[in-house]
């Protein structure tokens, strides 16, 4: 690995699971750390693999493979579960403990000895990340992506792929402080001992940090998560989701807090101060009443709408009937109906009523003529009783 420039651990990553002991960092997956680190934990992982010039303080084993390049020191002991590789001028202050080969530089200082299983070679091994690097490289040139494949299964045991815990360059890890000039990410149910100073963190859920939290950018602090110290930004953004527990202060530019979070500080922002409330379970209650109601609403509106088109339909009826009854219509006592109107048997009843107006028609033209004579006699009558009445004039006379 080069002493200048930025390494390819572009970010501090914790993974899911981490947890720092009383003087190690115990990880399922395996263990990066980048050129020019100091690392004061003990590191116990599945394959541990330290750049150039980087200081362990304490203890280091390996389940799996362990490399350690050129110009490293470890103050302690060193047990690996397979094969180790040690580049030139390393330093182990305890013993080496190697279950099987044993690949050795020059100038490698193991002050209470070592012992290996396997073969002991000893040469000057390539650095780690630059091994790796080469071969790959190599294989993917040739066009063997099968035997690159091969090779990532090789150095991941055949196991499942874990993500590791990587360290950047240049990173400094203790117990007092994990300090990085990148961004920090921390996994799922961690616990954690010290203040962590990064670009940008993030930390996820049902975590527990001893420590306090401080970044030049934005800072996320996940559900279920107690940071026993104080969370701090310059001018970034600080989220506490729901559920979340902060021991200390909160400062940030902007400051979005989620319903449930619990701060024991003060809060202080620059910018923004957003609370959120989560209505989720609220409004799907709402809509699902909404919805009940409105079932019943179209229910109801059905039945009257059913209702409604059943009164329409029996008033269809009765105007049917109207029309088609003589007697409900006025047509019998005006005498005249239609041909459409009625069927056969309504013209027949028209035809008799007709015949029975034309009867009684002759009936009143008789009725009339007996009236007339009547008058004529009775204006007889009344000429001879006025001849009568001049001749007893006359005879008196």
């Not at 002991?120 to 099968?146: A, C, D, H, K, M």
């Not at 998560?225 to 001018?235: A, K, L, M, Q, S």
């Not at 527990?245 to 024991?264: K, M, N, P, Q, T």
């Not at 009143?364 to 009344?382: I, N, T």
């Amino acid at each position: 690995m080069s002493l200048r420039g930025s390494g390819p651990i572009d970010e501090l990553s914790v993974p899911s699971g981490t947890t720092v002991e009383e003087h190690d960092v115990v990880v399922d997956g395996d263990v990066l750390v980048g050129g020019q680190s100091t690392v004061e934990f003990g590191i116990r992982g599945r394959n541990v693999a330290i750049g150039e010039r980087v200081d362990v303080g304490d203890d280091i084993e390996a389940d799996g493979d362990c490399r350690l390049d050129t110009w490293c020191s470890v103050d302690g002991n060193v047990l690996v579960g397979e094969d180790a590789y040690l580049g030139e001028r390393v330093t182990v202050t305890g013993r080496l403990m190697v279950s099987g080969d044993l690949d050795i530089g020059d100038d490698v200082d193991i002050e209470e000895g070592f012992e290996a299983n396997g073969w002991i070679v000893i040469r000057n091994p390539v650095p780690t990340l630059v091994f790796y690097f080469i071969v790959l490289s190599q294989l993917l040139r040739v066009g063997e992506t099968n035997a690159a494949d091969e090779l990532a299964e090789a150095l991941a045991d055949g196991d499942d792929v874990r993500d590791p815990l990587l360290v950047p360059r240049g990173a400094e890890i203790s117990d007092d402080a994990w300090r990085v000039s990148t961004p920090a990410t921390v996994g799922d149910d961690c616990r954690l001992h010290g203040n962590l100073r990064a670009e940008s963190v993030v930390v996820g859920e049902r975590n527990e940090v001893f420590g306090s939290l401080r970044a030049r950018e934005d800072v996320s602090v996940g559900a279920e998560t107690t940071i026993h110290g104080d969370v701090t930004t310059r001018g970034g953004t600080v989220t506490i989701e729901a559920d979340a527990h902060v021991r200390g202060d909160v400062s940030a530019g902007d400051l979005v807090i989620h319903d449930g979070a619990e701060i024991d500080g003060s809060l202080r922002a620059r910018g923004e101060m957003k609370l959120v409330q989560s209505i989720a379970d609220d409004e799907s209650d709402g809509e699902a009443e909404a919805d009940g109601d409105a079932e019943d609403a179209t229910d109801n509106v059905d039945e009257d709408s059913d209702d409604e088109i059943g009164s329409a339909v029996d008033l269809e009826d009765e105007s049917e009937a109207i029309d088609d009854d003589p007697i409900a219509s006025g047509s019998e006592a005006n005498g005249d109906v239609p041909p459409e109107a009625g069927d056969g048997d309504s013209r027949d009843d028209s035809e008799s009523s007709i015949e029975g107006l034309e009867t009684a028609l002759a009936n009143a033209e008789v009725d009339d003529a007996g009236v007339e004579g009547g008058d004529a006699g009775v204006e007889g009558d009344d000429a001879a009783a006025a001849a009568v009445a001049e001749d007893g004039s006359n005879e008196s006379s």
